[in-house]
């Protein structure tokens, strides 16, 4: 059973930077994707950005391009998302996500919404404030 865990959210001051973890745990194979969606106050969760265990490539949103490295260790099982340069509007409840024998980011996995998920965490709140 596949379980997924975030930790490293918090309060920052916009221009600030936070690293969220996702330790998972289950997979079968070392090769998957996995990665990250948040969810504001009020509107609908979002994908943010993956990362592949099988290649290494990865997928960001367009919101968070330039700002956000998203990067992994199968070693270890965990997957990082490093945030910099945090907004007001990044603000939402962050979680690690994971689809069944998905082995690489597919971009519309990422980028039409939560349905193409199978896995999730419970999410960590991210809150960029001053």
């Known amino acids: 059973q596949v379980q997924l865990v975030e930790s490293g959210g918090g309060l920052v001051q916009p221009g600030g930077s936070l690293r969220l973890s996702c330790q998972a745990s289950?997979?079968?194979?070392?090769?998957?994707?996995i990665g990250w969606f948040r969810q504001a106050p009020g509107k609908e969760r979002e994908g943010v950005s993956c990362?592949?265990?099988?290649?290494?490539?990865?997928y960001y949103a367009d919101s968070v391009k330039g700002r956000f490295t998203i990067s992994g260790d199968i070693a270890k099982n965990m997957v990082y998302l490093q945030m910099n340069s945090l907004k007001p509007e990044d603000t939402a409840v962050y979680y690690c996500a994971s689809r069944r024998s998905a082995a690489r980011c597919i971009r519309y996995h990422w980028s039409d919404g939560p349905d193409s998920m199978d896995y999730w965490g419970k999410g960590t709140l991210v809150t960029v404030s001053s």
């Open positions: 289950g997979f079968t194979s070392d090769y998957y994707a």
């Open positions: 990362f592949s265990h099988t290649d290494g490539s990865t």
